[in-house]
């Protein structure tokens, strides 16, 4: 399996961006789609966004505002997140899954998980 590490959360007012880095290392990075995730406190882990070597998808509530990308000469994948809302406050997962050209949206069909960056966003 490949190992993630996420860096980048922090506390921002609403309106502002973040950008999380997810860092990968331990298999070929190319191999893997990549997803985020974020979970708040006595919720559900949800589906942020997901990308292959080629494609990208998005939860309807970041479409827009979020964006994620990867570079695979440095084995990471980023997640661009602008007009960010109170909302979106939760702890953010990168994620890995084989076949790299498979968009999916089900955490459970992620087989790597980073141990998680907060974002809080204050009013």
């Known amino acids: 399996q490949v190992q993630l590490v996420e860096s980048g959360g922090g506390l921002v007012q609403a309106g502002g961006s973040l950008r999380l880095s997810c860092a990968a290392s331990?298999?070929?990075?190319?191999?893997?789609?990549m997803g985020w995730f974020r979970q708040a406190p006595g919720k559900e882990r949800d589906f942020v966004a997901a990308?292959?070597?080629?494609?990208?998808t998005y939860a309807e509530s970041v479409k827009g505002r979020f964006t994620t990308s990867r570079d695979n000469a440095k084995n990471t994948v980023y997640l661009q997140m602008n007009s960010l809302k109170p909302e979106d406050t939760a702890t953010y997962y990168c994620?890995?899954?084989?076949?790299?050209?498979?968009?999916?949206?089900?955490?459970?069909?992620?087989?790597?998980w980073g141990q998680g960056t907060q974002v809080t966003v204050s009013p």
């Open positions: 990308i292959t070597t080629t494609r990208t």
């Open positions: 994620a890995a899954r084989n076949p790299t050209w498979e968009l999916r949206t089900n955490p459970n069909l992620y087989t790597s």
């Open positions: 331990g298999r070929t990075f190319i191999n893997y789609a």
